[in-house]
């Protein structure tokens, strides 16, 4: 018998998220553990006539194997076909699912970053479609072993948190997340009127503008879970400095007590306790990479733990997370790079300013905003 909270979640997924339609061609991207949610997404979205076009099923083993072995030549390969997909398709789905989660932890970051600046031209077709509304797409994750074991839980306990915070566990997540997204408009209508904020507390002082810029609700459409609002700031304004209290998780690497300093939008100083070479070697990928692409308030208090995986740490009610690299097309950031990499501060002894009036305190919006 399937777990109903698989069925409510792959429900949610097809209906909510993705909101399949009569001919939509879907893409499944999911690793093997996922089969169970994989299985019922199939269900939901035929049962809409819409069209299962590519279920790939993979394990970090090849992806390994690629990386390891691939030469220059093949790292920096895209794909016709590829290109065409992503160009076409209506919909994509990709669910987290890993059976190992270090996969990638001993190659060599040029390697990495190499791959990553061929993909930059597919990456940049997604966003813009997805900013049209042409394509849509939703990230969500499958409670495996690996990754319950990587959030420090066992895996019934992470199946719990994983159902807890997509409200998969509730009777009618989709009415639920139709009420956040309610809630969280009210926050985003304020952040759009705000020219400039100033974040103050133990390990930030940081100064940035958002005149003109877009704040998006992350109401769960294309992660789920959602819970956060986002947008992009002007790219020569950022100003101070920032220190992360949680890893800085890309491709499997840590890197661990992150300090990052901006003159006029641009890293002039990086450092970490653990990983810095890795962080600096990132910073390189392209001239995108050492400038902020994207700013967020994390709202959904139904994550409060660090898990390792960004799909949920980003959203942890009363966190801040920044995004070095490609902006979203949407929020109007013009950043452009290969690498879109989070990285989260815990905000419960800080005060965010906007436009110099006081509005969020020990990681919550003030009342008379929300």
């Not at 009569?22 to 035929?46: C, H, Q, S, T, Y």
């Not at 600046?117 to 900013?131: G, H, T, V, Y």
């Not at 990479?289 to 994550?303: D, H, S, V």
Request: proline share 4%; with cysteine; net charge negative.
């Amino acid at each position: 018998m399937v777990d109903p909270r698989v069925s409510n979640l792959a429900k949610l997924i097809v209906k909510y998220c993705i909101e399949a339609r009569k001919g939509d061609e879907v893409i499944i991207n999911a690793g093997i553990p996922a089969i169970p949610l994989v299985r019922e997404i199939v269900k939901f979205l035929v049962g809409e006539n819409a069209y299962p076009l590519f279920i790939t099923l993979s394990d970090e083993s090849i992806s390994e194997a690629f990386y390891r072995y691939a030469g220059k030549e093949v790292l920096s390969y895209v794909s016709p076909l590829e290109k065409a997909i992503v160009e076409k398709i209506d919909a994509s789905i990709s669910i987290i699912s890993p059976t190992h989660t270090k996969a990638l932890a001993s190659i060599d970051p040029e390697k990495i970053k190499v791959r990553r600046a061929a993909r930059i031209e597919l990456s940049k077709i997604f966003m813009e479609r997805s900013a049209t509304g042409e394509l849509r797409w939703t990230v969500t994750a499958y409670p495996t072993r690996a990754l319950a074991q990587e959030a420090g839980m066992s895996i019934i306990e992470y199946e719990d948190f994983v159902y807890h915070a997509t409200y998969a566990d509730t009777p009618d997540p989709v009415k639920k997340w139709m009420e956040i997204r309610k809630k969280q408009q009210k926050i985003v209508d304020f952040l759009n009127k705000v020219s400039e904020l100033k974040y103050e507390g133990p390990g930030i002082q940081l100064y940035l503008r958002v005149d003109g810029r877009k704040w998006i609700n992350d109401d769960g459409k294309n992660n789920m879970p959602g819970g956060e609002v986002f947008s992009a700031p002007i790219e020569d304004s950022v100003e101070g400095y920032v220190e992360f209290d949680y890893p800085a998780i890309w491709s499997g690497v840590e890197v661990d007590g992150v300090k990052i300093v901006f003159k006029r939008g641009v890293v002039v100083e990086a450092k970490a306790r653990r990983g810095e070479e890795f962080l600096k070697k990132m910073l390189e990928t392209d001239e995108g990479a050492k400038r902020l692409g994207e700013i967020a308030f994390g709202l959904n208090y139904n994550i409060n733990r660090f898990t390792k995986e960004i799909l949920f740490d980003e959203k942890i009610g009363g966190t801040i997370h920044m995004a070095l690299g490609a902006a979203y097309p949407e929020t109007g950031g013009k950043n452009v790079s290969a690498i879109h990499w989070d990285m989260i501060k815990d905000m419960h002894r800080h005060k965010v300013y906007a436009d110099g009036d006081l509005v969020y305190e020990n990681g919550y919006f003030h009342e008379d905003i929300i």
